[in-house]
């Protein structure tokens, strides 16, 4: 296929079998991916938001009239039934890293992951697909894991059928991962960074979640998404700071110090900064469920971090090395300068 096609060819080989499919949470990161692999197959595809400027870019992913924008709150009944009554698969990508002034982890995660499925149960939409967290435990220290669970319970009561999904932490252009690494206001740390986990690439976890919608065999069934490698934070930081040639520095308070204070700034600061929930996270490792399904059971081979570092970072680099190619290469290139002479005597 030509790239001059565009994507319009593309979505009329799919029309005569396309979903209509309601992705809550279009609007965040893992959102518009999935969206556009939706849309780019041809499905009709509803798009609940909150705040008119975040959903723009997500018309330009579909053909004329298969993105739909429905205006919702979370906690209005009746419009979260509107925006699925004409589906027959919803997403619920809703989450939240980090309580705000107006909606809680609880609020988000448990009573907001209930209301969208009572409302797919009422409705009786042949599929729900809900997507968790890695991690995912009514027991852990972390109130984000342990939310993260309840809403799992929650869902499943009300919709036996979901087909629940926890992804590791996800890079992308958009992530919370790689930019925060190569941020210069990124600086303080309780664990030395020690926190390990296998990140994984979030066209992967996008392209899985449209699979889902195709693949009844997913239905009722738990997916652990993540990446082929594990790292730890502190390995992830040695790669960002090779990419884009800086020392980013990592300042590293005892956690008796840092959670509290973490606390108090995102109570008095109304932008995105820390949370205290954050710093507990960065001392639980990731578990993998060994009963759960992978990428492996949708036909997916996952991408590796290290190799789309150059790709992500690029732009954090100063004008002096802009141009230099990815930091794998030039270590290649490093190599060939110099003649390695094997002595056998």
Not at 163 to 191: Q, Y
């Amino acid at each position: 296929m030509s790239q001059l096609q565009g994507r319009g060819d593309l979505s009329s080989e799919y029309r005569a079998v396309g979903h209509t499919a309601t992705v809550f949470g279009a609007t965040g990161f893992l959102g518009r991916y999935v969206v556009s692999r939706l849309a780019g197959k041809g499905c009709t595809v509803v798009v609940p938001f909150r705040e008119e400027m975040t959903k723009r870019h997500l018309k330009l992913t579909g053909d004329l009239g298969r993105v739909v924008m429905m205006e919702y709150d979370l906690r209005n009944t009746p419009s979260l039934e509107e925006s699925v009554r004409h589906s027959d698969v919803v997403y619920n990508l809703v989450g939240r890293d980090y309580p705000t002034k107006n909606f809680d982890l609880e609020d988000v995660h448990v009573e907001g992951a209930e209301r969208i499925a009572e409302a797919v149960a009422k409705y009786d939409v042949d599929r729900f697909i809900h997507v968790s967290s890695y991690n995912a435990n009514k027991n852990s220290p972390s109130e984000f894991f342990r939310t993260k669970a309840r809403g799992e319970e929650v869902v499943r009561s009300i919709f036996p059928e979901t087909t629940i999904v926890r992804p590791a932490p996800m890079f992308g252009f958009e992530d919370r991962l790689l930019h925060k690494l190569a941020r210069v206001s990124n600086v303080f740390t309780a664990n030395w960074m020690q926190e390990r986990f296998w990140p994984v690439h979030v066209i992967d976890v996008g392209k899985a979640l449209a699979e889902m919608a195709e693949d009844d065999s997913s239905a009722s069934q738990t997916y652990e998404l993540y990446g082929p490698k594990n790292y730890s934070m502190a390995e992830i930081s040695e790669l960002v700071d090779r990419e884009i040639v800086k020392k980013r520095r990592h300042l590293n308070v005892p956690k008796i110090l840092l959670k509290p204070m973490a606390n108090l700034i995102n109570k008095a600061i109304w932008w995105k900064t820390m949370s205290g929930d954050e710093i507990e996270r960065e001392f639980i490792d990731q578990i993998i469920d060994p009963h759960a399904k992978t990428f492996k059971d949708l036909g997916v081979e996952p991408a590796d971090l290290a190799n789309f570092t150059f790709y992500y970072l690029q732009g954090y680099r100063s004008s002096s090395y802009y141009d230099l190619p990815p930091a794998t290469e030039r270590e290649k290139r490093e190599e060939r300068k110099y003649l390695h002479v094997i002595d056998d005597q």
